[in-house]
């Protein structure tokens, strides 16, 4: 099957038929629907583990107050397509449950043994499949199934999850032969999703990234160049990449990007990092406002605080991407901050956002831009968006770095000196005194 005629998306002369993207928002009434069957077991007679049944009633209260957490979010994404016939397929190690015991998408009968219950089959009499399948330690070869399953079934979501993101590495053959050049090499597009939980939480060095840079460093867009801004900017930049990497901060956010990945005109890898932390951190949540009809994906979350009523007064623009946004942001409240420094997260890092990212730096005139991240300074996302920054700004202003120094390993795996190198790019975010110092 070639690009052209894959899905039927291109016109006989290989382009999109269109290059646009429908809002990916849903109604309430969807949403409700949908979070009903994530917090209810469909079946008679089917008794359900006391632990989970406490997870259950936490979704349906989240549901009653019109909230949604990352798993959740998860599952209106996927919910949301199925009913809409569109097959979704995720598979990996400990995929039904979740590697951190967040998903739990296949319930087991306590006291029939083998008896499961997919509730996500539940959602429509006239529904399409969904397939939740737990893999074997094999990425390479797993990995190289999904890829072929989503080379056959270009209107399915296929997704791939690594029990740690670092874990991919074993796979790194099916990703640099095939993910990465697919379009280019093979002439094919492809909408495989992969998803790797990635962030620097105190663990040892295997289990704390997924390896950004090595994604980004593979991009094929040039960093000295600022694309023309056009009506459909944001899409063009989509169908001009080989591969689109995302580090989404809200579970809203990654909602918008799952169903944005059926719903393009085209088909490109989707590469996720996913977090551990905020699953069930108590500020990663978002609201069913952020999800209704006329919502889209946000490729740049800008400061919305106190700092967006005074822009004249802001003194610093942090951008950075994922979890350490909640950090930054606790930190910036225990120092009183909220009226002088402000921060912007970068959710889609390629194809980048130079738009929004331009139209933020130019909101605050008199502020000094920083990059702040957790991961090394030789890892992570830094190398990636310095320069892209600059090209954005027509190198007016240099762009500062606040993180951990370089090094080998993703990790320390020692709790105290991670709490240590914690603090310390803190203090170098936060220092307003230090300019140029970092």
């Known amino acids: 099957?070639?690009?052209f005629s894959c899905a039927g998306f291109f016109t006989l002369d290989g382009q999109p038929k269109s290059m646009s993207c429908p809002s990916t928002g849903l109604t309430e009434e969807d949403l409700n629907h949908i979070g009903g069957v994530a917090s209810s077991v469909p079946v008679e007679d089917f008794t359900i583990h006391g632990g989970l049944s406490r997870i259950l009633k936490g979704r349906a209260e989240m549901i009653r107050n019109k909230t949604v957490d990352w798993a959740l979010g998860e599952y209106m994404a996927f919910g949301s397509l199925l009913k809409e016939g569109i097959h979704v397929r995720l598979s990996g190690q400990d995929v039904e449950r979740g590697t951190f015991s967040h998903r739990h998408h296949v319930l087991h009968d306590q006291?029939?043994?083998?008896?499961?219950?997919?509730?996500?089959n539940h959602i429509s009499p006239d529904q399409a499949p969904y397939t939740a399948c737990n893999s074997s330690l094999s990425e390479y070869g797993v990995?190289?199934?999904?890829l072929g399953f989503a080379m056959a079934s270009p209107n399915a979501l296929v997704l791939w999850e690594a029990q740690f993101g670092d874990f991919h590495n074993t796979a790194q053959c099916i990703i640099d032969q095939f993910i990465c050049p697919g379009q280019a090499k093979w002439v094919r597009q492809n909408g495989i999703v992969l998803l790797l939980p990635h962030g620097l939480e105190g663990m040892g060095?295997?289990?704390s990234s997924g390896r950004p840079e090595r994604f980004l460093q593979m991009c094929n867009d040039d960093p000295d160049v600022h694309p023309p801004i056009t009506e459909d900017f944001a899409v063009q930049q989509l169908y001009d990449c080989n591969w689109i990497v995302v580090n989404c901060s809200t579970p809203g956010n990654y909602f918008h990007v799952l169903r944005r990945q059926i719903l393009l005109?085209?088909?490109k890898p989707l590469i996720i990092f996913t977090p551990k932390s905020l699953l069930r951190h108590p500020e990663a949540r978002s609201s069913f406002d952020e999800m209704l009809p006329g919502t889209h994906f946000q490729r740049l979350i800008p400061e919305?605080?106190?700092a967006a009523q005074n822009p004249e007064s802001v003194k610093r623009i942090i951008f950075c991407t994922g979890k350490v946004y909640y950090e930054l942001n606790r930190e910036r409240k225990t120092r009183g901050l909220e009226d002088t420094v402000a921060i912007a997260r970068v959710e889609q890092l390629s194809p980048f956002p130079f738009d929004q990212v331009k139209a933020e730096v130019e909101k605050y005139p008199n502020a000094d831009l920083v990059w702040c991240q957790e991961e090394h300074k030789n890892q992570g996302y830094y190398d990636y968006v310095k320069p892209r920054i600059r090209t954005t700004i027509q190198r007016t202003k240099p762009v500062w770095y606040a993180g951990r120094g370089p090094a080998a390993a993703p990790a320390t795996g020692n709790k105290n000196t991670h709490l240590t190198e914690l603090r310390r790019f803190l203090d170098d975010a936060f220092d307003l005194e230090t300019l140029g110092m970092f």
């Open 1 to 3: 099957m070639s690009i």
């Open 111 to 120: 006291n029939v043994d083998k008896r499961t219950c997919i509730p996500m």
């Open 143 to 146: 990995l190289g199934f999904e």
């Open 205 to 207: 060095p295997e289990h």
């Open 265 to 267: 005109p085209f088909r």
């Open 304 to 306: 919305r605080g106190a």
